[in-house]
């Protein structure tokens, strides 16, 4: 599992057509976390360094990861199965960046370099659902939304019991 900064120079790797594999602790993606219900899981990767028919370096890779994240339904935990593809090149600014085909995402990166963990936590950030959710007609989440249904008071209620009281005042006063 890899820890730390994991600083590697794409052009060099591409030459020789590298391929990494890795997994990286959920725990340690900081900004991946605030997303998530827990910090337990791992998210593996592997990339390959290659150059494309224009010689531009690409990155392309796959990530898998199980995590847990909340639904936004039920207000439940459930385990999100996640799996990505991307494809990005690494680019020294955003001149570089416009020129790049839409095929691919630009990677700014600082003296040839590339945090490959900083990549990875940004494309597992990109993966992620916009709003978790269990599937459509799942179990856990009509359970939890019929207790709730059941259980949640009704704000006018007050309202009407006023208007009981005072009608059977009215009654009352005849």
Same mark, same amino acid.
């Given at each position: 599992?890899?820890?730390?900064?994991?600083?590697?120079?794409?052009?060099?790797?591409?030459?020789?057509?590298?391929?990494?594999?890795?997994?990286?602790?959920? @725990?340690?993606?900081?900004?991946?976390?605030?997303?998530?219900?827990?910090?337990?899981?791992?998210?593996?990767?592997?990339?390959?360094?290659?150059?494309?028919?224009?010689?531009?370096?690409?990155?392309?890779?796959?990530?898998?990861?199980?995590? @847990?994240?909340?639904?936004?339904?039920?207000?439940?935990?459930?385990?999100?199965?996640?799996?990505?593809?991307?494809?990005?090149?690494?680019?020294?600014?955003?001149?570089?960046?416009?020129?790049?085909?839409?095929?691919?995402?630009?990677?700014?990166?600082?003296?040839?370099?590339?945090?490959?963990?900083?990549?990875?936590?940004?494309?597992?950030?990109?993966?992620?659902?916009?709003?978790?959710?269990?599937?459509?007609? @799942?179990?856990?989440?009509?359970?939890?939304?019929?207790?709730?249904?059941?259980?949640?008071?009704?704000?006018?209620?007050?309202?009407?019991?006023?208007?009981?009281?005072?009608?059977?005042?009215?009654?009352?006063?005849?």
């Amino acid at each position: 599992m890899s820890t730390g900064t994991s600083v590697v120079e794409p052009f060099k790797l591409a030459k020789r057509g590298a391929e990494l594999e890795g997994s990286i602790a959920i @725990s340690s993606l900081e900004r991946a976390r605030q997303f998530l219900a827990t910090d337990q899981g791992v998210v593996s990767y592997s990339v390959a360094f290659v150059f494309d028919a224009e010689q531009r370096c690409v990155v392309k890779g796959k990530l898998q990861a199980v995590f @847990s994240v909340i639904c936004d339904r039920c207000s439940q935990s459930f385990e999100q199965d996640l799996q990505a593809d991307f494809a990005c090149s690494p680019v020294q600014n955003d001149i570089e960046a416009k020129d790049l085909p839409s095929d691919y995402e630009p990677v700014i990166i600082a003296d040839g370099k590339l945090d490959l963990n900083q990549l990875i936590e940004d494309e597992f950030i990109l993966a992620q659902p916009i709003v978790p959710k269990h599937q459509l007609g @799942s179990q856990e989440c009509i359970e939890i939304a019929s207790t709730t249904v059941e259980n949640k008071h009704n704000p006018f209620d007050v309202l009407q019991n006023l208007k009981l009281k005072k009608t059977g005042q009215e009654a009352g006063d005849k």
